[in-house]
């Protein structure tokens, strides 16, 4: 059985990436308000700050900063999956080892972390945040995608609208 090594940072900023078991679904941009409220519904239970988002549909990329005593976005992410699934159909394909576990057959198990080491590094996973859109192909400028928290940050000043041109652009930004 493989062991998970999480960061434990108590108040730490990380950026996360979690996506459905069945990449070829669109789950969650067609379900997005589903998706808005199981976040509004686990924020409430578990503050923590959202500092940047993207939801595609079949993934999504997020930074979070939990409180100073709290390192713990792995509940948050777990209660977020719970909630989001419960508002949606059984219409997936469930394998065997899930059904007798009483699992949906909608999220992968496993999310990615990566603690935010200092400005530089948030601000290069904001852009990617940001670029995804276009780096998966869905529209060509990364205004045109409504499910980004990059509309946000150009409503606060951060991005030009015209931010990360073109699918030909390059952001310097990894995952």
Do not use: Q, S, Y
């Given at each position: 059985m493989p062991r998970y090594a999480?960061?434990?940072i108590p108040g730490g900023t990380f950026f996360l990436t979690v996506a459905l078991l069945e990449r070829r679904r669109d789950l969650l941009a067609t379900n997005i308000?589903?998706?808005?409220?199981?976040?509004?519904?686990v924020q409430h239970r578990r503050p923590h700050r959202i500092d940047a988002m993207v939801v595609l549909p079949e993934h999504l990329h997020a930074i979070w900063t939990l409180p100073p005593d709290d390192a713990d976005f792995s509940t948050r992410w777990r209660l977020v999956k719970t909630a989001f699934s419960k508002q949606i159909p059984a219409t997936e394909q469930v394998s065997d080892v899930r059904k007798e576990k009483a699992e949906r057959?909608?999220?992968q198990r496993r999310f990615w972390e990566h603690a935010i080491r200092d400005e530089q590094d948030f601000a290069r996973h904001v852009d990617y945040i940001?670029?995804?859109?276009?780096k998966h192909g869905h529209v060509t400028r990364v205004r045109d995608w409504p499910h980004s928290s990059f509309h946000r940050f150009v409503r606060d000043g951060h991005y030009p609208l015209?931010?990360?041109?073109?699918?030909d652009a390059e952001i310097a930004a990894g995952e």
């Open positions: 999480r960061a434990i308000e589903a998706l808005r409220t199981a976040l509004r519904e057959g909608i999220w940001h670029f995804n859109p276009v015209d931010w990360g041109g073109t699918a």
